[in-house]
């Protein structure tokens, strides 16, 4: 099977899922129906990497094709939804995708419709009622996918701790900017903790680990699982933290720098901050986090980033991480179209634009 093939189904499935639940919705009323709409169009994008990582963890554990585990891979989907949903509320993020995020497109429903009130607490509210939403449904799909019920607790005890340290993460990298130069110590094994746990594990390692629950892999196949996802997970998160500062705004949805007005404390800005001379410091903490950085700006940190030999630092880390993830699924005893699919996520993980 084709890596096209699978995206068209979950797609799909999503379409379909939906479809039904804007039917739930109008028996609410015909106004629930911008949550159902502005998710559906939220979820049009994205590079279906996670139930990619599943049903190919489905497959290398020797399962045959599956609609049900496309169903419950598209579960997954869901969750990533919540996840961008509250994290750009988080982050007062304006754009996802290319498109205005969720708050700011219901804030502007409400003030297009002159609704009384304050159209940015409206967006906000109404944002956090969709992402609660798409958390009821990845756990709605993944138990309703038509997998055998003795699968799907299988892969139960990975779904739920999957979800319970995303959170975990998030909460971990908000705590980092909230306590910002506070703790100079360790900070970049922080920045490291907050990658692996708000990413690299739901990302790619635990999506992985899933399929295999739900195929019913042995201990063995697992943990090789693991040895390769987690190592990747990590890269993708480090190039995401790239395209977050240096990314073309085009290509990625998102404005250029918006991880520096946010003043992310990332892998890329810990190295930088350690590495730098001390004006390059003094910069760095003065303008990091500024909503109102402009392009001059940004311009300036990227070229301290740069000069301290961050960025550098941070592709060949990447790199490292790469070859660790490949080695591992060298040494999967798998067929060779899942690993030459694997394989092939692997790379696209790790030198995507977007």
């Known amino acids: ?28 009323s015909d106004d629930c129906l911008p949550l159902v709409r ?8 994205g590079k279906r990497l996670r139930p990619a990582f599943c049903y190919w963890a489905w497959r290398a554990a020797g399962r045959p094709d599956d609609p049900a585990l496309v169903a419950a891979a598209a579960a997954l989907e869901f969750f990533q939804a919540a996840a961008l949903i509250h994290d750009d509320i ?23 419709n002159d609704w009384s009130g304050d159209s940015d607490r409206f967006g906000a509210s109404t944002a956090i009622l969709a992402g609660d939403l ?23 005890a990975v779904f739920d701790r999957m979800r319970t340290q995303l959170m975990g993460g998030q909460y971990l ?32 390692e635990q999506p992985l680990l899933l399929g295999g629950r739900l195929a019913g892999a042995g201990d063995d196949l697992l943990a090789g699982l693991s040895a ?20 073309d705004a085009a290509r990625t949805g998102k404005p250029a720098g918006d991880d520096l007005r946010e003043g992310k404390r990332t892998v890329l800005v810990a190295l930088a901050l350690d590495r ?73 993980a790790t030198g995507r634009t977007s």
């Open 228 to 247: 390769y996802g987690l190592p990747l997970g990590e890269a993708f998160q480090l190039r995401d933290d790239i395209l977050g500062v240096f990314g």
């Open 276 to 348: 730098a001379d001390a004006a390059g410091q003094a910069t760095l903490r003065s303008l990091l986090g500024d909503p109102g950085l402009g392009a001059d700006g940004v311009e300036t940190l990227r070229e301290i980033i740069t000069g301290a030999g961050a960025l550098d630092a941070v592709e060949t880390m990447i790199g490292e991480l790469l070859d660790r993830s490949l080695t591992a699924l060298g040494g999967l005893p798998v067929d060779e179209t899942s690993r030459s699919v694997l394989a092939a996520l692997a790379q696209a």
């Open 134 to 156: 798409c958390l009821t449904w990845s756990d709605e799909l993944y138990t309703g996918s038509g997998l055998h019920p003795a699968a799907l607790v299988r892969g139960r």
């Open 90 to 112: 988080m982050d007062g993020s304006d754009t996802r995708r290319g498109a205005p995020a969720m708050h700011r497109r219901f804030a502007a429903l409400h003030r297009g």
């Open 173 to 204: 990298d908000l705590l980092e900017q909230a306590t910002a130069g506070r703790r100079p110590d360790g900070a970049l094994d922080r920045a490291r903790r907050v990658v692996r746990f708000k990413s690299a594990k739901y990302s790619v």
């Open 1 to 28: 099977m084709k890596i096209e093939d699978l995206r068209t189904r979950v797609h799909e499935t999503i379409t379909e899922f939906l479809r039904v639940q804007e039917r739930v919705l109008a028996e609410v």
């Open 38 to 45: 502005y998710v559906a169009d939220l979820m049009d994008g």
